[in-house]
């Protein structure tokens, strides 16, 4: 069965992205002739397996040339498996500890301990919400201060136990409102940063969705750090980066092009470390090949960084850190226009 035939095993029947529509109508003229050769016994078959053709090959040309603004709506596509259906799928025997111990408890953040594949670790993810209730229950997944305090409290407890952490990150950006800075939410994640940064432990981070701002980068420092190809990473949104640079958001596209915010940049510019694939079409067309390819990651991470004693780690990801980014000196325009 193509990828997106299958509405109710794959849920993006309902929802197409604008400029998936093209491939809306071979889609609905395989879906009429299945139902007319089930309905009259008619066969189809021949017609039926060369639109099928036609539809993948029409499919991976869109997805193989996505834009960055393209990227950023998969990225946020209503039907994309969120942190919650990666635990439900990869983590066994999943036991979730809440509250920051401080003020109370965040459900924009979820974190617990549990094992992936034969690998015990601790659980730190971002969760969106998929429906109205569970989407304001988890602030849309902006964290509060109180989440990063919780995860923290996590991270400590892995450290204290030698267990590798994981992370899924999946966030516009934490949550900005004036209750979240009166509680330090600032604080909150700079403190995270400095933790993260020297526990003595393995931490394995993927993007799964967006990596927005220091909200992402709060559970985000690790040893490895990958993003889904169809995910993004970036200091700001598309539309804050607009609202800045040309007072409107209509620019998001182009600053979305402008700011390398996509996989493939990303692991040009030495951000990111990998870029984990998704199943053709994105991965809310096949959410259990979406799994297994985000399982197969952090069990290859995992093992990989345990092969390195503490010290030799930490160092490792002090270096890792240090040379992100460049500086580049540039010359007076005065002695330009000398030289």
Known sequence: MPPGLNGSQNGDSEYLLEFEKPLAANRRHIVELEADQTGTGRDHSGEI????????????????????????????????PLAGDYIERIVKDFVELHGDRTFGDDGAIRCGLGRISTEKVAIIAQHKGRDTNEKIKCNFGCAHPEGYRKALRVMKLAEKFSLPIVTLIDTPGAYPGVDSEERGVAEAIAVNLREMSRLRTPIACLVIGEGGSGGALGIGVGDRVAVLEHAYYSVISPEGCAAILWKTGE????????????????????????????????AHRN??????????????????LRRFNLDDLLQH?????????????????????NA
């Open 49 to 80: 397996r060369n639109l099928r053709a036609q539809y993948l090959a029409q499919l991976k040309k869109t997805y193989s040339n996505l834009s960055a603004w393209q990227t950023v709506q998969v990225a946020r596509h209503p039907r994309r």
């Open 251 to 282: 620019k998001a596209p182009e600053a979305a092009e402008a700011m390398k915010i996509t996989s493939r940049y990303l692991k040009e510019l030495g951000i990111i470390d990998e870029v984990v694939a998704e199943p053709l079409g994105g």
């Open 287 to 304: 959410v259990a090949e979406a799994a297994a390819n985000v399982e197969r990651y952090f069990v290859r991470a995992i093992r990989d």
């Open 317 to 337: 990801r002090y270096e890792r850190w240090r040379k992100m980014g460049k500086v580049i000196k540039l010359q007076p325009a005065t002695q330009v226009e």
